[in-house]
């Protein structure tokens, strides 16, 4: 049985590494930085989960997309054959190894051994059994040797020994070199055959191309399509014609002489012949059909029919429905053929609506395949009564929360305690200690390839593909996305009187601290006698804030980036909210526009805004720095821009899951501590939640613990709070100073001190977004009207990063003023460095002025 020539086992270290190393093939995760890592794992990479010695849930890595899971021999006893062997790895001594490594091996896909010597299949007397060897005490060069002399058998090597280089040292092993070390080659040019395929058409490659050792090795390091050209040597694909390709998979054939790059192709595609998208003729069948939908959710004329079912969900949704039952009800082999025709349209017509891909569709049907534990599979009451004749209305189950609630929450009893995980710090060794710190690391790379096409459109097209985008994803039909002021007074109606003077509350608390920040006067210097430096500010001419919005309402977002922008004197503030169905925007966000002095207002949400403020079109101003929070698509979209030169475009910070971190000693209120910790919790089920308990007594823990689960499940958004909680963790330490410096450490976003003595501690905190001092400073004061910014640094930057505040929106300039007495002393010292530096001009330029003066 073939294995990868090396298996990445992931530890901290190993974010950088993740990108190249997903190209290869598996990576092995270990249990406790599973959600750490599969946030940064590119979809469409493969994953062992390295089980613990502890009594965790072993399937339910499997049925969340794990394809094997390394575990011990007591664990594979406890499974007891609920798990196919081909998705188990046992993990053995030495000892184990000799004492029933055949009998395990019949229940096994796998042998994970730790040792220091090499075995193979047939050194084991095994057969159809892949062997994994992780040596105790790795030094890269030997392991490198071993690899090429150890096939078929997988070395297992922790990323802290690896590196993304072309050549192996004594201290790390190149994973180019380890990936590269099997392959073979008979041909007099030493080349390699490759096929290439599309990520998007995995139904017919793109083209049969060659690749050399040098060729591969930058495609890993770059994950971009790069070949061997027989003719004229290494082919960078796309450096010429713009057609360029993001590599997505490398696989070597079972006899390791030819590979499969898996890539996405931009641009006019593979072939070099026009009209051609690949080497063997266009695509077909589904493909074909993708490729025409995609093309005609760009370009379908107004009124026609793919136009209407793009733009009309309730068309698109009976269509749907009446072709499922057509083909329900077909019988011969030509009639199932022409309705399942027929419902394949429809239906990959609402995924392309909804940016879904084929290739989504078979990962979706591959992950299904990965699951162990099935539902009965039973239809649902109202299509059995269908079936069955009967037409009354089935009982409806009570409505749910209108808030969204995530779709993908497994099972589960919902009378189940929701409890955070409890560790003591003294009692972990420093790794240990490491991984409590660690986040989901960010790697925007899949999402950055999904919004380009987004962000291109409206480079190109401008305001046309802006309003077509706004009608495609916000169902708003707009004459134009932009409105300028005077903005009308939300009528009471609109904005209840109440909602509108905490709105004033909040704006004019904000404004007064924010006013505070801004430098009154220049910074002005005298260095020495006739030289005269200065600092002074000036703000940014033209910002963009960007408001989430649509269905949500955020006048908080809008407060806190439109009021430092009005303050440091912005000239040009364009604020982007998504519109609503009806094409306006909420009431709250107008008025808090009006009060900010916002002088455009873009109705348009997603990449496709950030896009618009980026580059500018007829109607929209190009802006200087682009501000504000959003999700996913609105992330990628800002780092994408920030790194085009074309754009000329800064951001606010980078962006991750909102966080907080708690501090709590004997005197807290648990009630407090608990409430603060679900108000982060239900912000999504990625969010960050820690508190660190300082010499807390039993009984005060087990309150905290109490109150959690009784506030949670009185939430309407209990599901995602309970999903968040879950992977959350009380840190138990000794000491205030112990709990301090882990939070140094940790940065977070939103710090919360519940402690006897709280305005003391703050003197002691050097990293965090903000700060809420004391029991009765809870988080939601600063998100909304205490004064402060509520855009604040996430994931750790806190270490850098400063929140969003006054001198975010604007930019400092210095000047020098030397007097002719001030050169005459300056001016031999500036001569003697320029000489020193080989920079002649820049000495002349001061040498004729001294000549000049000396006359």
């Not at 804030?545 to 922008?565: D, E, H, K, Q």
């Not at 009060?595 to 980026?614: E, R």
């Not at 807290?668 to 608990?674: D, L």
């Not at 003197?763 to 855009?791: L, Q």
């Amino acid at each position: 049985m073939s294995t990868p020539p090396f298996l990445p086992l992931i530890d901290p270290s190993g974010s950088t590494l993740l990108p190249s190393l997903a190209l290869l093939g598996p990576v092995l995760i270990p249990a406790d930085l599973v959600q750490a890592v599969l946030s940064t794992l590119p979809s469409q990479a493969s994953y062992y989960v390295q089980a613990e010695e502890t009594n965790q849930d072993l399937i339910s890595f499997l049925d969340n997309g794990a394809y094997k899971i390394v575990i011990t021999p007591s664990q594979l006893e406890q499974l007891d054959g609920q798990v196919p062997k081909e998705r188990l790895i046992v993990k053995l001594t030495e000892d184990q190894l000799e004492k029933s490594s055949k009998q395990i091996s019949e229940q096994v896909s796998g042998l994970y051994i730790i040792s220091s010597s090499v075995h193979t299949e047939k050194s084991l007397g095994l057969s159809n059994i892949d062997i994994y060897l992780q040596h105790p005490s790795p030094k890269p060069l030997e392991i490198l040797e071993s690899i090429k002399s150890s096939r078929p058998s997988s070395y297992v090597i922790p990323t802290e020994f690896l590196a993304a280089s072309s050549k192996t040292t004594s201290t790390h092993l190149s994973i180019t070199e380890a990936f590269l070390s099997p392959i073979i080659t008979d041909r007099p040019d030493g080349l390699y055959p490759t096929i290439v395929s599309s990520s998007n058409h995995s139904i017919k490659p793109l083209g049969l191309v060659y690749s050399s050792k040098e060729s591969i090795t930058e495609a890993i390091l770059t994950q971009k399509g790069i070949y061997q050209s027989r003719k004229h040597g290494l082919w960078r694909k796309g450096e010429s014609s713009g057609s360029i390709q993001d590599l997505i998979s490398i696989k070597l054939d079972c006899d390791s002489d030819s590979l499969i790059f898996e890539v996405v192709q931009y641009g006019t595609g593979f072939c070099h012949l026009p009209l051609q998208k690949t080497c063997f003729g266009n695509f077909n069948g589904l493909s074909k059909l993708e490729d025409t939908l995609n093309s005609r959710l760009q370009s379908a004329p107004e009124g026609s029919y793919t136009k209407r079912l793009f733009t009309d969900e309730n068309l698109l949704k009976s269509k749907i429905m009446e072709e499922a039952e057509e083909l329900c009800e077909a019988n011969s082999k030509d009639e199932i053929a022409f309705e399942a025709a027929d419902l394949f349209y429809f239906a990959l017509t609402k995924c392309i609506s909804k940016g879904v891909s084929l290739k989504d569709v078979e990962k979706a049907l591959d992950k299904k395949s990965l699951k162990i534990t099935r539902r009965r599979g039973d239809a649902k009451p109202k299509w059995e009564a269908k079936i069955n004749g009967d037409t009354t209305e089935p009982i409806k189950p009570e409505s749910k929360p209108t808030e969204p609630v995530p779709k993908s929450f497994p099972e589960k009893d919902d009378t189940a305690r929701i409890k955070m995980r409890n560790v003591t710090l003294s009692n972990l060794n420093k790794e240990e200690q490491k991984k409590l710190l660690l986040r989901p690391v960010l790697n925007s790379l899949a999402m950055i390839d999904k919004v380009k096409p987004i962000v291109e459109r409206v480079r190109k097209e401008g305001d046309e593909g802006l309003k077509a985008m706004t009608k495609q994803f916000d169902k708003a039909d707009l004459k134009s996305n932009v409105l300028l002021p005077p903005f009308t007074t939300p009528s009471e109606e609109e904005l209840p009187l109440d909602v509108k003077k905490a709105i004033d509350v909040a704006y004019e608390n904000v404004k007064t601290f924010h006013s505070a920040q801004a430098e009154k006067e220049a910074l002005v210097v005298e260095t020495m006698p006739g030289v005269q430096c200065s600092r002074f500010v000036r703000p940014i001419s033209r910002v963009g804030i960007y408001v989430p919005g649509g269905t949500a309402i955020l006048p908080s977002t809008a407060i806190m980036l439109g009021v430092p922008a009005q303050v440091a004197g912005c000239k040009t503030i364009v604020l982007a909210t998504p519109p609503r169905k009806d094409g306006s925007i909420s009431p709250e966000v107008l008025y808090v526009a009006k009060l900010t002095g916002v002088t455009c207002i873009l109705k348009a949400g997603g990449a496709q805004a950030v896009g618009a403020m980026a580059y500018g079109t007829n109607e929209v101003p190009k802006v200087d720095k682009i501000f504000g929070p959003g999700n996913q698509w609105v992330t990628a979209a800002k780092m994408l821009v920030q790194n085009d030169t074309d754009a000329l475009v800064a951001i606010d910070m980078p962006a991750g899951p909102s966080e907080v971190l708690v501090i709590a000693d004997h005197t807290a209120n648990p009630i407090f501590v608990a409430s603060d910790l679900l108000s982060q919790a239900e912000h999504g089920t990625d969010s960050q939640v820690v508190l660190v308990g300082i010499n807390l007594s039993e009984n005060l823990l087990q309150d905290i613990e109490d109150q959690i689960d009784i506030q949670a499940k009185a939430l309407p958004r209990v599901e995602i709070a309970r999903e968040a909680i879950k992977k959350s963790v009380i840190v138990l330490v000794k000491t205030q100073d112990e709990a301090i410096e882990f939070s140094n450490e940790y940065a977070p976003e939103h710090l919360i001190l519940h402690l006897e003595d709280a305005p003391k501690a703050v003197e002691k905190i050097d990293n965090a977004g903000s700060v809420f001092v004391g029991a009765f400073s809870p988080e939601s004061c600063g998100d909304y009207a205490s004064g402060t910014n509520h855009t604040l640094p996430t994931n750790g930057f806190a270490r850098q990063f400063s929140g969003v505040n006054t001198l975010s929106f604007q930019k400092h300039i210095t000047s020098q003023l030397v007097s002719s007495e001030g050169l005459k002393v300056l001016g031999p010292s500036v001569v003697r460095l320029a000489e020193r530096e080989g920079l002649e001009a820049h000495a002349n330029a001061v040498r004729v002025r001294l000549a000049e003066l000396n006359k």
